[in-house]
T-cell receptor, first 115, second 115 residues
Framework: NAGVMQNPRHLVRRRGQEARLRCSPMKGHSHVYWYRQLPEEGLKFMVYLQKENIIDESGMPKERFSAEFPKEGPSILRIQQVVRGDSAAYFC?????????????FGPGTRLTVL | AQSVTQPDIHITVSEGASLELRCNYSYGATPYLFWYVQSPGQGLQLLLKYFSGDTLVQGIKGFEAEFKRSQSSFNLRKPSVHWSDAAEYFCAVGPFAGNNRKLIWGLGTSLAVNP
């Protein structure tokens, strides 16, 4: 059973471009979480999604950031018109459906660098 | 308010010494408690978890944690630290039941190990 997959592992964008980060949860997992980690800082929750639904987006910036988890395919975190302050590691985690363990399984992260 | 506090931002121990990382939480419902470890440049890996039963739980890599309800604590311990344990450690708390499975995270404790 493959773990949580994220791609790309490293992404370089110039200011004003768009960044698309992909996350494929573990097989059978229906909950996906996105986190951002700035250098020397802890994890910051961004958004929590189930298939086709956003459950909690309280950590998402109001502008330029969006996330989706379609019925088919990976979850996507999209950052429009990136700025240097968006440079960070973005982690995706997934967990099984309700009724089972609440443990989150993490992907290796995407490291975004904005030039 | 729900929160997790890791009082120690940074700890340095000598190899072979014992280790205790502190975690205190504030949570309104029955908590599900976790410790994760993040090695440099890597994603997070689950060390151990607790939701019921014996309050002393064993995890991977020789770690253990003790849940103390009266103190709202879930401290992580290891009897003898190895140089490879140098990493960032995160404590998290989440719901035992319910559909919103979002975890609340501490800011992390950075562990350095002296030879």
């Amino acid at each position: 059973n493959a773990g949580v997959m994220q791609n790309p592992r490293h992404l370089v964008r110039r200011r004003g471009q768009e960044a698309r980060l992909r996350c494929s949860p573990m097989k059978g997992h229906s909950h996906v979480y996105w986190y951002r980690q700035l250098p020397e800082e802890g994890l910051k929750f961004m958004v929590y999604l189930q298939k086709e639904n956003i459950i909690d987006e309280s950590g998402m910036p109001k502008e330029r950031f969006s996330a989706e988890f379609p019925k088919e395919g990976p979850s996507i975190l999209r950052i429009q018109q990136v700025v240097r302050g968006d440079s960070a590691a973005y982690f995706c985690a997934s967990s099984p459906p309700s009724g089972s363990t609440n443990e989150q399984f993490f992907g290796p992260g995407t490291r975004l660098t904005v030039l | 308010a729900q929160s997790v506090t890791q009082p120690d931002i940074h700890i340095t121990v000598s190899e072979g010494a014992s280790l205790e990382l502190r975690c205190n939480y504030s949570y309104g419902a029955t908590p599900y408690l976790f410790w994760y470890v993040q090695s440099p440049g890597q994603g997070l890996q689950l060390l151990l978890k607790y939701f019921s039963g014996d309050t002393l739980v064993q995890g991977i890599k020789g770690f253990e944690a003790e849940f103390k309800r009266s103190q709202s604590s879930f401290n992580l311990r290891k009897p003898s630290v190895h140089w490879s344990d140098a990493a960032e450690y995160f404590c998290a708390v989440g719901p035992f039941a319910g559909n919103n499975r979002k975890l609340i995270w501490g800011l992390g404790t950075s562990l350095a190990v002296n030879p």
